[in-house]
């Protein structure tokens, strides 16, 4: 899932799983745990025989691709009966806004490594940089702002030494929009296909928020909790 903050979120994870996740279903992007990608589609979006990029090293790399699939006019879809078991260091905060979550997203970049630290900030900025449409980026720029502005203060008190990922991206730059000019050569997805992603999912949020504040969310009938699927 993709919000217009630019931030990628596991779609289900730390839901209760009552059966809703039983359908396949087309989404934005699948997780790198596990993607069956078609090699057609991969020899389309290369960039000089590169599929996943490089500079990122690791992290986002899966978001990355699946935007970029997305751009070249292809579809990622979850299957149910595609099941796959992937250990994490930390837990994500699912669909919970920082704010609202701030105890939470605290404790969860306390718990990542330097490198993952450094790795996630330099890699959302390419990320942007790479696959963003002008249009959109205009529009979603108060979102995008607030998210960047949380971490990077969030950085800055207990994690200055993250901060390294502003001349490593800044140094990643005309390599990127090299990069950029390539996929947006490809680019068959308008813009507005994109703003239907990020307008369905904070549609749903508002909704959620709504039924949250009247107290009409339902309430879960089991412990079983869904790791994050898409």
Known sequence: VLSRQRRFMPRGEGETDAGQ???AVEV???DGAAPVLRRRALAQISVH?????ENFFAHKEDHDISWRLHLAGWECW???TAI?????TTRGLGASGYLSAMRRFHQSELEKSEPVRVNAMKNQWLMILKNEDG????RDFPFILAREAMVMMHRLVFAPKALVAIPMTIGLLPETLQKRREAKRTQTMDPRTLRRWLDAHHQAQRERGELESTGAAALPTHDD???GVG
């Open 225 to 227: 909790r869904h790791p």
């Open 28 to 30: 934005f992007g699948v």
């Open 21 to 23: 996740f039983d359908e």
């Open 49 to 53: 025989g590169e599929y996943l990029d």
């Open 135 to 138: 249009s959109n980026f205009v």
């Open 84 to 88: 796959a078991h992937h250990g994490r």
């Open 78 to 80: 979850y299957v149910p």
